[in-house]
């Protein structure tokens, strides 16, 4: 079973930055796509972004700029750093994990929130 970890949540001012991690436990890491999506209470989880098992990186294209994906198949974590952030960045922001079987793990989610 795949366990994902998600930490660095937290409260922070508008214009600051934060970076997210999520630790994943098990052999799946290395060959998954891992992504960020996040959710407001009511409304429906949004994705953020994925970076593949080569690398290869994808934004939603309102982020693009502000937010960066990054990994470390070494310690099988992945990262969000997010810059300048804004109220509205306010979320759970959620790990996951697509496996190569189509297969998803997530994680539990981790409490950003930014005051203006």
């Known amino acids: 079973q795949v366990q994902l970890v998600e930490s660095g949540g937290g409260l922070v001012q508008a214009g600051g930055s934060l970076r997210l991690s999520c630790a994943a436990s098990?052999?799946?890491?290395?060959?998954?796509?891992m992504s960020w999506y996040r959710q407001v209470p009511g409304k429906q989880r949004e994705f953020v972004a994925q970076?593949?098992?080569?690398?290869?990186?994808h934004y939603v294209d309102s982020l693009k700029g502000r937010f960066t994906i990054s990994r470390d198949n070494a310690k099988n974590t992945v990262y969000l750093q997010m810059n300048s952030l804004k109220p509205e960045d306010t979320a759970v922001y959620y790990c996951?994990?697509?496996?190569?079987?189509?297969?998803?793990?997530w994680g539990q989610g981790t409490q950003v929130t930014v005051s203006s």
């Open positions: 996951a994990a697509l496996r190569p079987t189509g297969y998803t793990d």
């Open positions: 098990g052999s799946i890491f290395s060959t998954s796509a």
């Open positions: 970076i593949t098992s080569g690398g290869k990186t």
